[in-house]
Each structure stands twice: as structure tokens, then as C-alpha cells.
């Protein structure tokens, strides 16, 4: 038996309308799909609280079905809460205490840069710059989908959505471009906020 608590999708923060290089059409559209996320994740999540346990079977089954979906739901809330929190800044360089992790960790800020902008290149959904608290250090991940790859005991604070929902409305196939304008208007200080909230170390 799975205690079921609904979430609600959060308000989407007015700023995100007046996006520089992302239009209004595509922000409107992107959070109807991370609204459809929030609710399937309360679905599936009712569905579990009745799920026949015995029945349970790896090829397939009830509960193997609703869990792994679960995760792809899970995945598009987290990552989405991430994306539209983070975005509606003014961009350019990171400053505070972001800044002098990314320097630690990659180098400087244009190499952090290049490696994320490669890594959301080469991804199918996501790519993501997150501290890996066993490590002691920031790294970019990439993700294929809501739910691939995140890696265990890893805090995502930047998250770049590649989906093609993502800019195809703005850019068609030039995810280059869109990529230079998810840079333009990173919320440096909605980033360095989380960096203070996880206590993520300086040492
Ligand atoms: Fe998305």
C-alpha cells in the first residue's frame, strides 16, 4: 500500500513570458506538458495504492508497469520545476558562490559553459550541471529522457531541457541557438539561492 499525497503544479513565474529568444507560445506549451507530468504522477500514484503486490513480476506486471512510468513522471516534475524556476534572469556569467564552484570544479565559467552546451548537444532530453556530494564536485550529466540518467546522491542545480518541445516551435532543428538562449536568461540568483539552500560545501 502506497500513501497517495497530490502535488500541485506550481505557478508559472511571469517573467517566463517575457523570455529573450524563447517565445511566449513555447513557454505556454512547455508547461501545459509539465502540468500533464504533475498529473500523472498523481495518477499512477492512486493506481499503486491498489496494485496487486502478489501479482508482481519482472517481465511484466501491475506495479513493474505503474513504478517505471512513475519515474518518467517523477523525472519531467523535477526537471521542469528546475527549468522554469531557473530561467527569467538576465544570463552572462554566473556570479556569488556558483561562480567559484564552477571555477573550481571546471576550470572557469567558458569551459563549464562548452561542456554543458556539448553535452545538451549530444542529448535527448536533458543535460544537466549537478554536485555529486560523494564526489565533493560539480559535473554535467546527461539525460535522455524525464528519467535517464540521473545519478544517485547528485543535486541538479541547472537543468537544460533538449527535448524538442523545448525550441522546435522557435528554432525548428537549431538547437544551437536555442541552447545560446537558455543561457540568455539564466537566473544566476535563483541558482546561487539553491547553492546556499543544499549547503553545498565551498571546501
Ligand atoms: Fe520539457
Not at 556539448?118 to 564526489?135: K, L, N, P, V
Not at 545519478?151 to 533538449?162: C, F, G, H, Q, R
Request: aromatic share 14%; no cysteine; glycine share 10%.
Amino acid at each position: 500500500m502506497t500513501n497517495l499525497v497530490e502535488i500541485r503544479p506550481r505557478e508559472l513565474k511571469p517573467s517566463l513570458l517575457e523570455l529573450d529568444g524563447i517565445s511566449r507560445t513555447t513557454i505556454e506549451a512547455h508547461y501545459r506538458l509539465y502540468q500533464g507530468y504533475v498529473s500523472k504522477r498523481n495518477e499512477l500514484l492512486g493506481k499503486l495504492a491498489g496494485v496487486d503486490l502478489g501479482a508482481a513480476n519482472q517481465v511484466y506486471s501491475e506495479i513493474r508497469a505503474l513504478k517505471l512510468d512513475l519515474t518518467f513522471a517523477v523525472g519531467g516534475v523535477k526537471n521542469h520545476e528546475i527549468y522554469f524556476e531557473h530561467l527569467g534572469g538576465q544570463g552572462g556569467d554566473p556570479d556569488g558562490y556558483v561562480a567559484a564552484l564552477i571555477e573550481r570544479d571546471f576550470g572557469s565559467v567558458d569551459t563549464w559553459r562548452a561542456d554543458l552546451r556539448a553535452t545538451a548537444m549530444s542529448g535527448r532530453g536533458w543535460a544537466w550541471t549537478a554536485y555529486d556530494w560523494d564526489e565533493g564536485r560539480m559535473f554535467n550529466y546527461l539525460g535522455d529522457a524525464q528519467n535517464t540518467f540521473p545519478v544517485w546522491n547528485a543535486t541538479p542545480i541547472v537543468a537544460l531541457d533538449v527535448y524538442e518541445h523545448a525550441y522546435f516551435l522557435d528554432y525548428q532543428t537549431d538547437r544551437a541557438s536555442y541552447i545560446d538562449a537558455f543561457f540568455r536568461n539564466l537566473d544566476w540568483g535563483v541558482v546561487n539561492g539553491w547553492v546556499e539552500a543544499y549547503r553545498i560545501p565551498r571546501e
